[in-house]
């Protein structure tokens, strides 16, 4: 049983359209990351969303923690090519250890044409 | 800065040879993580150190050990390897930032066993 569900898994659209990933949870993470990994690399952070109900913005993107900080979205405005890539989102759970283990999605897999 | 590098980049084995995966990083991190990606799984936590001299399991350990003798290396070995450890590895070092256990990828190695 996948604890973080992620969803689409697969995602195709033309550039200039807008899109929205979620991540979503019956549990309550300390904190919620969202990663980005292409093709023959590791994952790169983009964001650590730690409040409930906080709201991050990096330039096309906008990421959420739900309020109960079970769930998370990242928004892209007006997709580009170079947003193509692997999306994984991953949370530390609370009330865990010192060392915040992150349990990882399965990732959605993000296709833009030109 | 090289951040974290992992060696070899590709691997073939055939079922029931060992061998270790190499992971060094220079940023002085202390905690260090092993991971598998498999298609549709996302990530998943195999072993993590908090430090030199102190490891623990995560979520997939068997068939794997590791040890950390220095803050900058953490192999990871396949005492004999199956079918099912095929897979890209990722080591991964982290820090407790202000917004929570920020982590740093490798390139990852791609394993394959026959």
């Known amino acids: 049983t996948q604890l973080l569900e992620q969803s689409p898994q697969f995602l195709s659209i033309q550039e200039g359209e807008n899109l929205t990933v979620y991540c979503n949870s019956s549990s309550v993470f300390s904190s919620l990351q969202w990663y980005r990994q292409e093709p023959g690399e590791g994952p790169v952070l983009l964001v650590t969303v730690v409040t409930g109900g906080e709201v991050k913005k990096l330039k096309r993107l906008t990421f959420q923690f739900g309020d109960a900080r079970k769930d998370s979205s990242l928004h892209i405005t007006a997709a580009q090519p170079g947003d193509t890539g692997l999306y994984l989102c991953?949370?530390?759970?609370?009330?865990?250890?010192?060392?915040?283990?992150?349990?990882f999605g399965q990732g959605t897999i993000l296709t833009v044409h030109p | 800065n090289a951040g974290v590098t992992q060696t070899p980049k590709f691997q073939v084995l055939k079922t029931g040879q060992s061998m270790t995966l190499q992971c060094a990083q220079d940023m002085n991190h202390e905690y260090m993580s092993w991971y598998r990606q498999d298609p549709g799984m996302g990530l998943r936590l195999i072993h993590y150190?908090?430090?030199?001299?102190?490891?623990d399991q995560g979520e997939v350990p068997n068939g794997y050990n590791v040890s950390r003798s220095t803050t900058e290396d953490f192999p990871l070995r396949l005492l004999s390897a199956a079918p099912s450890q095929t897979s890209v590895y990722f080591c991964?070092?982290?820090?407790?930032?202000?917004?929570?256990?920020?982590?740093?990828f490798g390139p990852g190695t791609r394993l394959t066993v026959l």
């Open positions: 991964a070092s982290s820090y407790r930032g202000l917004a929570g256990y920020e982590q740093f």
């Open positions: 150190s908090v430090g030199a001299g102190i490891t």
């Open positions: 991953a949370g530390a759970r609370a009330g865990g250890t010192s060392y915040g283990k992150l349990t």
